[in-house]
């Protein structure tokens, strides 16, 4: 057996495993909705582009829009209505500083809105990339009228250079938290928080290494604490992996977390965190061998409940162009905090003088723990604040900022893997079902402008739907939700679109509605018709968790629809499926249509080639799907086909077409005409025969000009007399045939190829004869 046929069996073998074990690929989404401006709301303003920054201000029933060159105001409840806008464009001359340093003028020189957060005093903290320059700002929404205050904060460490950067900020308590660069080049990562007191990362490649952030979050761990502990901000990124032994490099999954009263140390790490703790974020995806790298993450917390109980959703794709699969995993906020807390650290070990590798510490532990918050323990201790830490413990977390442990997703395994368009960004809403449990909705949005509405119900993952928001494909870039109106705002470059989050009136029938499987709709007995949990007070058939649709009322008979066909005809008959789950099939008066060469089952329809007598009869489309419990069959469409006959009976040559007849019939008409003309003016000897072109001109050369032309006109009749004899065509040369269509007073000459000194021979051209005595 060839080595590599036993290699690639022993890679695949597990892939094949997990295939085989309930494939989370079959996941396709039940319904599929296309393009429509019913769809969404849609705003885009000519010129502009870049609606990437969002801000809900649901105070003021608006959401804020940072775009390129300006920020809009529109009204959270119809995106349409812009209430106000302010351009906040660059000068002339930073457009061409920008220039200048190798930028180009019309994309990466102008200002993009990055920053955009709520201050406690109700203005918004607003910062742009300003021409590879970044500034901040602060503005106001006051009398309809948004305005900037002009103020020119240094945007340095707050927002991008770069405007395809990818950067991550969080405003917590009118202190901003910022993960970008700090230089023109991008070469400097940094997280900074900007106030009170400055503090950032160190710029070491042990603590940010490549990184490209995505996404940050605050977590009240004070609230309820025994230990007396801060509250936390993580930082969700992913780098080039110093702890990898490998030649090229490795792109891994992290997540950061700082204290949030961290003020940096005395000696050791000053203005520098003290808290900075990082570990590798873990999302196995069907044994790959490379791991995926995050894209996007949601927090979700129930209000009701304690911090511990919050999770965090994220999405990962592969770094590896070989494979299109996606994929959302999930994670306990304690599991994360207990490896911080509680778990052991790498550190850096020189091999041979020149070699780094990262191994598990195994020493002892400073006390207080490296990169810890300061607790009741360091209180009673005399450490009150980061300044009071011994630099022991400082240089400790300095040098060892990495978690030996990796954080595992909830059940060891993806909620979610999917096939098809790469995912981009991630929300999640909770909602109570009418079954009293509460279920979490997933609203994913893609690269190809496609937004995926899923749940998971006791560890089934379910597509209810995929709807396209944009009319041509635009990767969604930024996803929020809102509380207050149930609406979700999807941004990219080309505009934002608002969708509601239930789509209820897509099921026509209670079967369709109980199906679907949607936590928000159900099927309401006396409206009849599905509506949202929501919007009404009486109970509705529903059944998420299973899909149970046998309380449905039976369903209405479908309408037949009466269908002629000619014979020999072709004709398709729709069934459109209500379902991407379901299956169809056809019925001819009670007996299965089976595929043939005149009968072919398509995904929407049957199609019928050549008609005759023997398609005549009721036709009916039964959709089948299966849920958890049972089966259900639809009859979805319903027709009469009949053959129509003529009123009267014609023949076969006119029922192929008359015109086609007709025509054959002139063709051969003009033919036999042609034909005969020429054979008249050669048994005349108006025109001479090509083969006794040769005898003339010999005849000619001899001088006897009378008989020559007596010979020629017997000759012509004999060859005539023979062709006819012998079926041959009659043709004329060209010169003869040319000079004959020229009805003029010339004369044509002919003259011998074989001798130039030949007598030439001068007839009269042809005149017309109307008497047979001019003959």
């Not at 457009?95 to 200002?111: M, R, S, V, W």
Request: hydrophobic content about 35%.
């Amino acid at each position: 057996m060839h080595p590599l046929f036993c290699v690639s069996i022993f890679w695949l073998l597990p892939l094949a495993l997990v295939l085989d074990d309930d494939s989370p690929l079959d996941c396709v989404p039940r319904r599929s909705v296309p393009y429509h401006s019913d769809n969404a709301h849609l705003f885009h303003e000519e010129g502009m582009s870049n609606y990437t920054t969002m801000l809900l201000r649901e105070d003021l029933g608006l959401l804020l829009l940072g775009a390129k060159e300006a920020v809009y105001a529109l009204d959270l409840n119809d995106i349409t209505k812009k209430r106000a806008s302010v351009k906040w464009e660059v000068t002339q001359q930073q457009e061409d500083d920008c220039h200048n340093k190798g930028k180009e003028p019309e994309t990466q020189c102008k200002n993009y809105i990055r920053i955009l957060h709520k201050l406690d005093d109700n203005r918004m903290y607003v910062c742009g990339t300003n021409a590879f320059n970044p500034e901040c700002d602060y503005m106001s929404y006051a009398n309809g009228k948004l305005t900037l205050e002009k103020k020119g904060e240094d945007g340095k460490g707050k927002c991008p250079f770069d405007p395809i950067q990818r950067y991550a900020s969080i405003m917590v308590d009118d202190n901003l938290y910022s993960a970008t660069s700090m230089n023109f080049l991008g070469s400097e990562p940094v997280l900074m928080r900007s106030s009170p007191s400055s503090i950032r990362t160190e710029f070491k490649s042990s603590w940010l290494n490549e990184p490209n952030f995505v996404s940050m979050a605050q977590m009240p761990e004070s609230d309820q604490s025994d230990e007396g502990d801060d509250d936390k901000v993580y930082l969700f990124f992913s780098e080039s992996a110093v702890e990898c032994d490998c030649y090229n490099k490795l792109v891994v999954s992290r997540v950061a977390r700082v204290c949030k009263g961290d003020v940096g140390g005395e000696r050791t790490l000053q203005k520098k965190w003290t808290s900075f703790l990082k570990a590798r974020l873990e999302c196995p995806v069907l044994g790959s061998q490379l791991p995926y790298i995050i894209q996007d993450t949601y927090r979700w917390c129930d209000p009701d409940q304690h911090w511990k109980s919050c999770f965090f959703y994220a999405i990962f794709t592969p770094q590896a162009d070989t494979s299109d699969l996606s994929a959302v995993c999930a994670y306990r906020v304690s599991d994360i905090s207990r490896v911080f807390a509680e778990g052991k650290y790498k550190m850096p070990v020189t091999v041979e003088t020149s070699y780094v590798k990262w191994v598990m510490y195994s020493g002892d532990v400073p006390v207080p723990r490296p990169g810890a918050c300061i607790d009741k323990v360091a209180r009673e201790a005399g450490i009150t604040q980061s300044l009071d830490l011994p630099d022991r413990t400082l240089q400790f977390v300095k040098d060892r900022p990495l978690m030996d442990q990796a954080i595992q997703p909830i059940g060891k395994k993806p909620l979610l893997v999917r096939r098809g368009a790469t995912f981009t960004c991630i929300v999640v809403n909770h909602v109570q079902a009418a079954d009293g449990h509460k279920y979490h909705v997933m609203f994913i949005g893609t690269e190809d402008g496609s937004l995926l509405k899923a749940a998971n119900y006791d560890g089934e993952m379910f597509i209810i739907e995929q709807v396209q928001l944009f009319q041509s494909p635009q990767s969604i870039k930024i996803l929020r939700f809102s509380n207050v109106t149930d609406q979700l705002y999807a941004g990219s470059d080309y505009g934002v679109v608002q969708v509601p989050v239930a789509t209820c009136g897509r099921s026509l029938s209670c079967m369709d509605c109980v199906l679907a499987r949607d936590p928000y709709c159900g099927w309401d007995k006396v409206a009849g018709s599905c509506v949202a949990l929501s919007s009404t007070q009486r109970e509705l058939i529903q059944s998420v968790r299973d899909g149970d649709a046998s309380l449905c009322p039976k369903a209405a008979p479908v309408p037949i629809v009466n269908q002629s066909i000619l014979p020999g005809g072709n004709v398709k008959l729709l069934c459109p499926s209500p379902s991407n789950l379901a299956t169809t099939s056809w019925e001819r008066d009670g007996r299965h249509v089976t595929s043939s060469l005149r009968h072919q089952l398509l995904q929407d329809g049957l199609l019928i080639l050549n008609a005759s007598d023997s398609d005549v009869g009721r036709y009916r489309c039964l959709s089948v799907e299966h849920s958890k419990v049972d089966k259900y069959t639809t009859r979805v469409a319903e027709y009469q086909l009949d053959v129509k006959r003529a009123a009267t009976s014609v023949p076969q040559s006119q029922r192929r077409g008359p015109s086609v007849v007709g025509l054959q019939a002139a063709v051969g008409l003009l033919v036999v005409s042609l034909l005969a003309l020429l054979a008249w003016n050669f048994y005349n000897g108006h025109l001479p025969l090509p083969w006794n072109c040769n005898e003339k001109k010999k005849g000619q050369s001899n001088g006897s000009h009378g008989q020559g032309g007596h010979t020629s006109t017997g000759s012509h009749q004999v060859a005539l007399m023979s062709g006819l004899t012998e079926g041959k065509p009659l043709v004329s040369g060209s010169g003869q045939s040319r000079s004959n269509n020229n009805h003029t007073d010339r004369e044509v000459g002919f003259s011998s190829g074989e001798d130039d000194d030949a007598t030439r021979v001068t007839l009269p051209s042809l005149q017309f004869i109307d008497d047979e005595s001019e003959i």
